[in-house]
């Protein structure tokens, strides 16, 4: 599918991508979340749900074609200045930063959302990821946000430990983010205390966005910076290895 995208887009429809895929695999897991509490209760089951856990009722490869598709559509219907948006395209057009990169407003998401084809939100209410067409501004907010920050942002500087592969899952196709092993906004209360050093601070993990957003749903920034600081807890823990195991299953088709 990304043959349909023009070669200068193509790192850029790649972030989109995984932006589109987290929200709606949030989505697809409340969506399951919310039939799982149905059905035990209807059971009078005392067991909990845990919202880390992701039914194998999701077929990876189905998920994955319908992400592509969702993503390819919305992506194409951006203007080029979007689908080519980065650190130095705003760094030389402040007209570009205003729009699209500096506290985006509520009529620039609109004006993105009409530029998407009506099969689009048809089809994300049809898989029941929305409950009317008018939800995909919504939707289309937080996931055109979190693309422009990405693309958009400065290096970092610790650019130079990222890895060829996520390390949660260990997909090496897909873009990677950096994960704060001790979360920012605990860092203060995390020296105070003496839970770190603070050279330990800044010492981070390079995951997809699905296994980044994993983790903080896996568990509070505070028990991130106290039990769950290295890669190596997060993978001993059982839920995370069965996250990783369909995670790794997720992939996109080369059309």
């Not at 196709?173 to 704060?180: E, G, Q, R």
């Not at 209360?189 to 957003?213: F, I, M, P, T, Y």
Request: aromatic share 10%; glycine share 2%; proline share 3%.
């Amino acid at each position: 599918m990304t043959s349909l995208i023009r070669d200068e887009a193509k790192e850029n429809y790649g972030i989109f991508r995984e932006c589109v895929s987290k929200s709606i695999l949030s989505r697809s897991m409340e969506k399951s979340g919310m039939a799982r509490r149905k059905r035990n209760r209807k059971r009078n089951a005392r067991t909990s749900f845990s919202n880390t856990s992701f039914s194998d009722d999701n077929d990876p490869a189905e998920l994955a074609e319908f992400i592509d598709f969702i993503a390819q559509e919305i992506f194409r219907s951006f203007p080029e200045e979007v689908q080519t948006l980065s650190y130095n395209a705003i760094q030389s057009s402040p007209i570009l930063a205003d729009t699209y990169a500096e506290g985006i407003s509520g009529n620039t998401i609109d004006f993105l959302a009409s530029l998407v084809d009506q099969s689009v939100s048809e089809s994300l209410v049809t898989y029941g990821l929305m409950s009317e067409a008018s939800d995909l501004t919504a939707m289309l907010s937080s996931v055109f946000m979190e693309y422009s920050s990405t693309v958009t942002a400065k290096p970092p500087p610790f650019s130079a430990t990222r890895t060829s592969a996520c390390e949660i899952c260990e997909r090496d196709w897909i873009p990677l983010t950096y994960h704060h092993l001790i979360p920012k906004a605990v860092h203060s209360k995390a020296l105070k205390r003496g839970w770190h050093e603070e050279r330990d601070l800044n010492q981070v993990a390079w995951l997809c966005r699905a296994c980044h957003s994993y983790v903080h749903r896996m568990a509070s920034n505070e028990e991130l910076a106290r039990e769950w600081y290295t890669v190596e807890a997060i993978l001993e823990r059982e839920d995370t290895q069965e996250w990783a195991k369909w995670a790794g299953r997720l992939r996109w088709k080369s059309r």
